[in-house]
């Protein structure tokens, strides 16, 4: 009985020693000309996260502005999901704009799909762009799904997304208005992507966009967005340096500059605590544990 339970714990502690530390961060900060949408200085968020979490032991993957193609997204994401395997700990972050578009699927309460705004993906409609390049919420989420069935329940995953999800259709194209040296780049819009503009109906959130997948053998995930889905988002400007970051980005980095482990959940924690440092009162993160 001894010599089994020797044995147990012995395969226990390979299975811990083996256990991958794997990030991935995608970031779009330099749209093409003719997308519609302002440059933002997501590089920044990549050069200010990256070394920090290479520190603290992750395997590091960057997706950055013509890289980070709505194809180009997927197919990291499925290339995370294939090399990762049970009980690995997982980050990944996105940067860039974020839009509010109509729910072309018909499972959003509120009528409205949240979208990241991967490089190739156009602010406005035309008779060639009807969307297809934004990255939904329910395409995000399928990813997700997958890659936490992959890393099994003693996996670990957290997503955050430092962009937009703006609900409130009345400002339009006087977005940019905002974007100002003390208030920052906002990093997204608060008109609606859809067909037929503007969107006229009125926005009521009814909830959030990620759904708990069905079943077991899934892992825990915390995702944290940068702002509620009917909240804009304003980078923030670090006076000592000059350069301008996501709000959450900047955050993140305060928090985990100096540690050699990371935890998910305090990460989060804190954050939420200290949420006020580069963020506008007006602007509150969004948390999920699952």
Known sequence: MKRLLFILIAVLAVLSVNATKRALFIAVGNYPAKSGWVNINSRNDVDLLVPVFRQAGFKVTTLVDEQATHSGISNALKT????????????????????????????????????????????????????????????LNQHLNDLRKKLGKKGQLMVTLDACHSGDGTRGDDDEEL?????????????????????????????????????????????LSACQPNQVSHEYKDRRTGKSYGPLSYLIWLEVKNSKNINFKQLAEAILKNKNYAMKRYQQPYLIVE
């Not at 990762?84 to 309460?109: A, P």
């Not at 035309?126 to 939904?136: E, I, L, M, R, V």
């Open 179 to 223: 974007n100002d040296s003390i208030i920052g780049e906002q990093r997204g819009v608060s008109d609606i992507f859809c067909p037929n503009p503007p969107y006229n109906k009125k926005v009521v959130y009814q909830g959030h966009a990620l759904k708990k997948p069905k079943g077991r053998g899934y892992s825990s995930m915390i995702a």
């Open 80 to 139: 995370l999901t294939a090399q990762c395997k049970k009980g690995d700990q997982v980050y990944i972050h996105f940067s860039c704009h974020g839009q509010q578009m109509i729910d072309l699927v018909g499972d959003e309460s509120d009528g409205l799909t949240e979208t990241m705004v991967p490089y190739d993906a156009k602010r406005e409609p035309s008779k060639s762009y009807h969307g297809q390049n934004h990255f939904t919420d329910d395409q």
